[in-house]
């Protein structure tokens, strides 16, 4: 009877499951912020838990780890410990394995919801965090009840993700047509891949057509009265404006431009009511993230 009754224990320990949630999922920075994901240990009914184990998996050249602060969970020891695996070995390389011990006659309980540590990074740029389920022979994420060699570990975090937006500056360049207005053109969006961005032109001449300029870089060339912004080399659309002269187009940015890469756009007009024959829009920049 005492080894059913130790088997049912086992059984019933081994299908409890402890979630480990990094929080929270979404948080915007500048550049060279300092943030802060915080690694919760989850369970729906009571639970004991003796060790906790967690890789961490960033890119290095978005986010920087700078350390860990414990959190409620009781530490003997608690840290990025040596492994066999040297996963640890260099913390600036993209993984870390952060290990958590309770005091051996004192393990954590949950619920509720204990805090495990704070992980800080510095950012660099727009980037994710995650747990990696296993790496090496030895290293996994996990989490160890009571009965010793027993796992108890339940569902791992999504990926956590801190955006930088993307900036659009107004530069230079325009010139007034019709009615002494000047074209006035807006970008929106963060700019990171597959997100939607648009670009919104206003007062320029009406029922027309616009000359819209996309280029990677600027040749900044004296013209008519204003200055054309984008290089020449570029991406050239002419497009419909609208009965008060405007327009809108909209789109997702394309993946595979990499960080810091800056666009410039700008929009020309054929104009009888500007100075010199054309009219344009200041220019505008936006620089990925």
Same mark, same amino acid.
């Given at each position: 009877?005492?080894?059913?009754?130790?088997?049912?224990?086992?059984l019933?320990?081994?299908?409890?499951?402890?979630? #480990?949630?990094?929080?929270p %999922?979404?948080?915007?920075?500048?550049?060279?912020?300092v943030?802060?994901?915080?690694?919760?240990?989850?369970?729906d009914?009571?639970?004991s838990?003796?060790a906790?184990? %967690?890789?961490?998996? +960033?890119?290095p050249?978005?986010?920087?780890?700078?350390? &860990?602060?414990?959190? =409620?969970?009781?530490?003997?020891?608690?840290?990025?410990?040596?492994d066999?695996?040297?996963?640890?070995?260099? #913390?600036?390389?993209?993984?870390?394995? $952060?290990?958590?011990?309770? !005091?051996?006659a004192? !393990?954590?309980?949950?619920?509720?919801?204990?805090?495990?540590?704070?992980?800080?990074f510095r950012?660099i740029?727009? %980037?994710?965090?995650?747990l990696?389920?296993?790496? /090496?022979?030895?290293?996994?994420?996990?989490?160890?009840?009571?009965v010793?060699?027993?796992?108890?570990t339940?569902?791992?975090?999504?990926?956590v993700n801190?955006?930088? @937006? /993307?900036? +659009?500056?107004?530069? $230079?360049?325009g010139?007034?047509?019709?009615? /002494?207005?000047? @074209?006035?053109?807006?970008?929106?969006?963060?700019?990171?891949p597959?997100?939607?961005?648009s670009? *919104?032109?206003?007062?320029?001449? @009406?029922?027309?057509?616009? $000359? #819209?300029l996309?280029?990677?870089?600027a040749?900044?060339?004296?013209?008519k009265?204003?200055v054309?912004?984008?290089?020449?080399?570029?991406?050239?659309?002419?497009? !419909?404006?609208d009965?008060?002269g405007?327009?809108?187009?909209?789109?997702? +940015?394309?993946? /595979?431009?990499?960080?810091?890469?800056? *666009? $410039?756009?700008?929009?020309?007009?054929?104009? %009888?009511? &500007?100075i010199?024959?054309f009219?344009a829009? =200041?220019?505008?920049?936006?620089?990925? @993230?």
């Open positions: 009877m005492g080894c059913l009754l130790l088997m049912a224990e086992v019933l320990v081994t299908s409890a499951q402890v979630d #480990l949630p990094l929080s %999922a979404e948080q915007t920075a500048v550049v060279n912020q943030i802060s994901f915080d690694l919760h240990a989850h369970a009914s009571a639970q838990i003796t906790i184990d %967690a890789i961490l998996s +960033w890119d050249n978005r986010l920087e780890l700078l350390g &860990a602060t414990a959190g =409620d969970f009781p530490v003997f020891v608690a840290g990025f410990l040596p066999p695996d040297g996963i640890n070995t260099d #913390l600036t390389d993209g993984d870390a394995l $952060y290990t958590a011990l309770a !005091p051996p004192t !393990p954590a309980t949950a619920p509720p919801d204990i805090l495990v540590a704070s992980f800080q950012v740029t727009s %980037a994710c965090v995650t990696l389920p296993s790496m /090496g022979v030895f290293g996994r994420t996990r989490v160890i009840g009571t010793p060699g027993v796992e108890i339940g569902v791992l975090t999504d990926a801190v955006e930088v @937006p /993307g900036a +659009w500056v107004d530069l $230079y360049g010139i007034a047509g019709t009615g /002494g207005l000047m @074209p006035v053109i807006v970008g929106e969006g963060i700019l990171l597959c997100d939607p961005v670009l *919104t032109l206003t007062d320029g001449p @009406p029922n027309s057509t616009a $000359y #819209l996309v280029a990677l870089t040749i900044n060339l004296p013209f009265g204003g054309i912004v984008p290089d020449l080399d570029t991406i050239l659309l002419a497009l !419909p404006t009965a008060f405007g327009l809108f187009v909209s789109g997702p +940015w394309p993946p /595979g431009i990499p960080p810091g890469i800056t *666009t $410039y756009v700008q929009c020309w007009f054929q104009d %009888a009511g &500007a010199h024959g009219s829009s =200041d220019a505008i920049a936006g620089t990925t @993230p």
